[in-house]
């Protein structure tokens, strides 16, 4: 039986991947740290960009986890895509709803979803390193086995 090889992402890729996840959480900060008017706004923002950051994160393991078969609750998976959807309609109605400069709304507005996607592309580039990491320890473990 020939064994079929595994697909690593490049260093390059991976560099990439993690240099766009720093610059959107980068740029989300300054924009946040910057952000004119009264504490209460900035801290509502600060939440929204986490929430939606960690809400990303769980989504991205929900859909990855229940690819092949499902492994979760019903509940759950309306735990994680209503916990998603909420992040990001609190954020998007926080930020709406904010009296700024139409252009620093939209700076905002791009560093969010800049940072939504780069999460999902983290997620999915951490999770095919570790996938093809626990391929390679089941065969190399074969491979000591069939060999003794």
């Not at 900060?29 to 004119?36: E, K, M, N, S």
């Not at 997620?123 to 086995?145: N, P, W, Y």
Request: charged share 20%; glycine share 8%.
């Amino acid at each position: 039986m020939q064994a079929t090889a595994l697909r690593r992402d490049t260093r390059a890729w991976k560099l990439q991947v993690w240099v766009s996840f720093g610059l959107a959480a980068t740029l989300c900060g300054t924009g946040l740290a910057y952000l004119p008017g009264q504490d209460l706004d900035r801290a509502f923002m600060v939440m929204g960009y986490v929430f939606c950051l960690s809400t990303a994160f769980a989504l991205a393991k929900f859909v990855r986890d229940n690819e092949q078969r499902k492994t979760d609750t019903p509940m759950w998976g309306l735990v994680v895509w209503g916990g998603f959807a909420l992040a990001m309609a609190l954020t998007g109605w926080g930020l709406w709803r904010m009296e700024l400069n139409p252009t620093y709304k939209a700076f905002l507005a791009v560093c969010w979803l800049f940072l939504i996607s780069s999460v999902f592309t983290l997620a999915k580039t951490l999770r095919d390193a570790h996938e093809a990491d626990v391929a390679d320890a089941r065969r190399a473990g074969r491979e000591s086995r069939d060999g003794e």
